[in-house]
C-alpha cells in the first residue's frame, strides 16, 4: 500500500501515545524508560515540542481518553493561563481566554480573540464551538499572539482540534458510557481501505444526559444534553507524494434552554431564591411559544473541507484547504430566570464561512520556511427580540448582518545560523472589510414580526442603518531559539496580533449616531522568554515562559438599559462598545512532566498573571482604576500523579489531579454576585487497558468536591449591576457541573 509521508509538511501520522506533553506514555528499553517524544504542529510543521520556541501545550486523543474528557472545555484545568467555558445562557457556545485576551459576547459583528481551528479550518463564529472530544487525534493550545501563521483573530492564542486520520487496516471502536444524572453516551467509529489508494471512515456519537437541575416551570430538566453528531471522511493517496482528504461534520444538539439562578428574589412576584444553584423557574419558552414567537432551542453545525497535499520535491510541498461552514441556532434568553415574563429574548443567529488557503511549505539545509494566502467569506447574522413584559408588554426588536471579507499574505522563515542558533522571521499582510446591515424597531406586544408576532404594533425604529469599513494591519513576529544542548533550548521572541474593527448590532443610531461608524481595530503586542529543558535522562520534561503584552484598543462589548419615553423605567437597551485605551498583562508559566519509577508519574502546571486595565477614558476622564481585564485568574495551578500497574493481561492505572483558579472578574466591572472567587477541582480515574490495547474499561470522578463554579452571569439588577433592566431585580448566574461519576467501555475490533 501507498503511504503518505511528507518531507516538509506536517506529519499527518502522529502516535497517538507520543503526541502529549502530559501524557504519562513511555519510551522503554531494556535498560531505561523516559517520556516519549512529543510532537505538534504549531509551526505547521511536525516538530519536536521541545523544538518549538513558543509557548504550546499538546494532549493526545489518548490522554484525553484515559481522563475521561468530555469537551475542550476541561482543558482549561490543565493547561496555563487559559480559560474556556459555554457562553452565558448555551450549552455549546464557546468562550474561550488565553493571556487576558478573549470574548464574552457571541453576538454578530463580535469575533473571539482566540482561533479555533479545526483539522486547519479556521472556525469564525462560537456557536457550536464547544467541542465534544471523540474521534480526535491531538488537541494543541497555541499561548500568545499567532497572527503570523494563524491570522484571524489570534490574538490571544489558537487552538487546534485535530481528528484521527484514517488507518490503511480495518478499523471499528465501539465506546459506551453511563453515568450520573442518567448520562448516555455512545461513540461508534469505522474505517477501511476501498482499495490501494482509497479510504473512507465515519464516526457517529450520541450523547445524552439529564439535567443537573430541574426547571420548576416547565418540568423540564436543566443543564442537560441532548446531542447527535458525526463524521464522514475519505483520504485517496494517487501516489507517495500526494495526499487529498474529503471530510465533512455535523452536530444537532437539542439542549433544553440554560438559565440562570437567581441570587435575589422577585421583586415584584415574590418568587423566593431557590436551594439548589442548578435549579430554574424560567418560563420564558413556554411564554414565548404561547405568545406565538418561536421558542425552540436547536444549534445545528456542519461543515465541509477538502486539503490536497502534493510533495513537489524533496523539499517543497504545496498544500490546499478548502472549506465551508455554517450553523444555525434558535434559543430563548430567559434573563429574568422566571415564570413571568419580564426580560426575555427569544434570539436566532445564522452563520456560514467560506474559506480557502494555500500554503508552500519548504525544508532543506538550513532552511525551513511557510508561505501563504488565505480568503474568507463570511456572514454572521442575528435576530432577537428583547420583551419587557411587564412594561406594555414592550419589545425590542434587533436584526443585524455582518459581512466579512478577507484576504492576507503570509510567510514565515527559520533559518539555523548555526548548528545551536536558530533566527525565525514572520509577518502577515491583512485586509479585512466588513459590511453592516442594522435594524432595531420598539414594537407593542410580546414579540416582533420579525419572530413570529404579526399582531405587534409597530411603536418606532430606534436604528436603521448601512455601513461599511476596511481594516489592513502588517503583524510582523521574530524569535531567537539558541539550543543550549541535547536537552535544552532558550528563545526569546516579539510578536502581534489584531482584531479587525467591526460593528455593533445592537447600537442604535438615531440614539447615539457614533455606532454607524463602528468599533476600532485592537492590537497586541507580546515578549516571550522560555526555557525548553528535557533532564533525568529524559524521565523529565520543564517548560518555561514569562511575557509581556501591550494591549492597545481592546474591544469591549455591553448592554445598558435606556429610558426612551424618560418616565423613569428602562424600556430597552442598546449595545456599547468601547476601545479600552490600553491594558498591561505580563505573565510566568511553568509546565512539566516527570516519571518518578517506571510506575509512577506526575503531571504539573502553573501560571502567574498580572492583567491591569492602564487607560480607559469615559466622557474625558479615566475609570481604569475600576475597570478590569475579564475572565481572566491571576493564579492557576495543576497537579496530576498517575500510578500503573500489571493486572490482568493490562494495566491498571491510577490517577488523581487537582486544579486551582484565583479570582475572576467575569467582566469588566467587579460584580461580586457574578464573580467567581478562587476555588478547587478534585478530579479521579481509574482505567483498565488491555495489553494489546483492545479493550479499555474506566470510572472517571470529575469535581469531587462538588464545588459550586461561577461560570457567567447577567446583571441587570442589584448586587452592583451597571444598569437595572425589567422590574423583578434581574440578575442570574450560570455554573459548571456539579458531581459527576462516569463509567465507560471501549472495544477496538
Not at 471502536?173 to 490501494?196: F, H
Not at 466591572?669 to 483498565?688: C, G, L, R, Y
Amino acid at each position: 500500500m501507498q503511504t503518505f509521508t511528507p518531507r516538509s509538511a506536517i506529519a499527518l501520522a502522529v502516535s497517538l501515545a507520543a503526541a502529549t506533553q502530559l501524557s504519562p506514555a513511555l519510551a522503554q528499553t531494556e535498560t531505561s524508560f523516559a517520556l516519549e517524544e512529543v510532537l505538534v504542529t504549531a509551526r505547521r510543521r511536525s516538530e519536536n515540542l521541545q523544538d518549538v520556541p513558543i509557548a504550546v501545550t499538546a494532549l493526545s486523543g489518548d490522554a484525553l481518553r484515559m481522563r475521561g474528557a468530555a469537551d475542550i472545555s476541561e482543558l482549561a484545568q490543565i493547561i496555563p493561563s487559559v480559560t474556556l467555558e459555554p457562553s452565558r445562557a448555551t450549552s455549546t457556545t464557546l468562550t474561550a481566554f488565553i493571556r487576558g485576551v478573549g470574548q464574552q459576547d457571541p453576538l454578530a459583528g463580535f469575533e473571539q480573540g482566540v482561533a479555533l481551528y479545526l483539522d486547519d479550518v479556521y472556525v469564525a463564529r462560537p456557536q457550536g464551538s464547544l467541542l465534544d472530544i471523540y474521534d480526535v487525534e491531538r488537541v494543541e493550545v497555541l499561548r500568545g499572539p499567532q497572527g503570523t501563521l494563524y491570522g484571524r483573530n489570534a490574538v490571544g492564542g489558537a487552538i487546534k482540534y485535530v481528528t484521527r486520520r484514517l488507518s490503511d487496516q480495518v478499523d471499528v471502536r465501539l465506546k459506551g458510557s453511563l453515568g450520573t444524572y442518567n448520562q448516555q453516551a455512545l461513540v461508534a467509529t469505522a474505517s477501511a481501505p476501498i482499495t490501494d489508494t482509497l479510504r473512507v471512515g465515519a464516526t457517529v456519537a450520541r450523547l445524552t444526559r439529564d439535567g443537573y437541575g430541574k426547571n420548576l416551570t416547565t418540568g423540564e430538566e436543566h443543564y442537560d444534553k441532548d446531542l447527535f453528531a458525526y463524521r464522514l471522511s475519505a483520504e485517496w493517496l494517487p501516489s507517495a507524494d500526494w495526499l487529498i482528504r474529503l471530510a465533512y461534520d455535523k452536530s444537532d444538539d437539542k439542549t433544553n434552554p440554560v438559565a440562570g439562578y437567581r441570587p435575589f428574589p422577585g421583586a415584584v412576584s415574590g418568587v423566593p431564591v431557590l436551594d439548589d444553584v442548578y435549579d430554574t423557574t424560567a418560563g420564558a419558552s413556554e411564554q414565548i411559544s404561547t405568545a406565538g414567537i418561536n421558542g425552540n432551542n436547536q444549534v445545528e453545525a456542519e461543515g465541509i473541507m477538502m486539503s490536497i497535499d502534493w510533495n513537489v520535491s524533496d523539499a517543497t510541498t504545496l498544500r490546499s484547504i478548502t472549506a465551508y461552514r455554517e450553523d444555525y441556532t434558535e434559543s430563548v434568553i430567559d434573563f429574568d430566570g422566571l415564570a413571568v415574563m419580564d426580560f426575555d429574548a427569544p434570539v436566532i443567529y445564522d452563520n456560514e464561512q467560506l474559506s480557502q488557503e494555500f500554503q508552500l511549505l519548504y525544508n532543506a539545509d538550513r532552511w525551513n520556511a511557510v508561505a501563504g494566502f488565505y480568503y474568507l467569506d463570511a456572514t454572521a447574522s442575528n435576530d432577537f427580540d428583547v420583551v419587557l413584559g411587564q412594561i406594555g408588554p414592550v419589545t425590542a426588536y434587533t436584526g443585524g448582518t455582518v459581512d466579512t471579507e478577507a484576504w492576507s499574505v503570509f510567510a514565515d522563515l527559520t533559518y539555523s545560523l548555526t548548528d545551536q542558533l536558530s533566527l525565525s522571521v514572520g509577518g502577515r499582510y491583512t485586509e479585512d472589510k466588513r459590511t453592516a446591515d442594522i435594524f432595531r424597531a420598539n414594537y407593542l406586544g410580546f414579540g416582533s414580526p420579525f419572530l413570529g408576532n404579526d399582531s405587534a404594533i409597530f411603536l418606532g425604529a430606534t436604528s436603521d442603518y448601512e455601513a461599511s469599513n476596511t481594516y489592513t494591519d502588517f503583524s510582523p513576529r521574530i524569535n531567537l531559539s539558541y539550543a543550549i544542548n541535547d536537552t535544552a533550548t532558550a528563545y526569546a521572541g516579539y510578536s502581534q496580533g489584531w482584531k479587525a474593527g467591526s460593528f455593533d448590532p445592537r447600537g442604535a443610531n438615531f440614539i447615539t449616531p457614533e455606532v454607524e461608524r463602528g468599533f476600532e481595530p485592537e492590537t497586541l503586542d507580546s515578549w516571550e522568554v522560555g526555557l525548553k529543558m528535557t533532564w533525568l535522562d529524559g524521565r523529565a520534561v520543564t517548560n518555561i515562559a514569562a511575557f509581556y503584552s501591550d494591549y492597545e484598543d481592546m474591544q469591549i462589548p455591553g448592554s445598558v438599559g435606556v429610558d426612551s419615553d424618560n418616565d423613569g423605567v428602562n424600556d430597552g437597551f442598546v449595545g456599547t462598545v468601547t476601545n479600552a485605551g490600553k491594558a498591561e498583562i505580563s505573565g510566568f508559566e511553568l509546565e512539566g512532566n516527570i516519571m518518578l519509577t517506571e510506575r509512577l508519574s506526575a503531571q504539573m502546571s502553573l501560571s502567574l498573571l498580572d492583567a491591569e486595565i492602564k487607560e480607559w477614558l469615559f466622557n474625558g476622564v479615566d475609570i481604569s482604576e475600576d475597570r478590569a481585564v475579564q475572565n481572566t485568574p491571576e493564579e492557576m495551578a495543576y497537579l496530576g500523579v498517575t500510578y500503573t500497574l500489571p493486572v490482568a493481561k493490562g494495566d491498571l492505572s491510577f490517577n488523581a489531579n487537582w486544579s486551582y483558579k484565583g479570582d475572576v472578574t467575569q467582566f469588566e466591572t467587579e460584580v461580586p454576585v457574578i464573580d467567581q472567587k478562587s476555588h478547587d477541582i478534585i478530579n479521579a480515574s481509574i482505567v483498565w487497558l488491555s495489553d494489546d490495547d483492545k479493550w479499555l474499561v474506566g470510572l472517571h470522578g470529575k469535581n469531587l468536591g462538588d464545588e459550586e463554579i461561577k461560570t457567567a452571569g447577567y446583571c441587570f439588577g442589584s448586587g452592583g449591576c451597571p444598569s437595572f433592566l425589567g422590574l423583578e431585580d434581574n440578575t442570574t448566574v450560570f455554573y459548571a457541573p456539579p458531581r459527576t461519576v462516569t463509567g465507560t467501555v471501549e472495544y477496538r475490533f
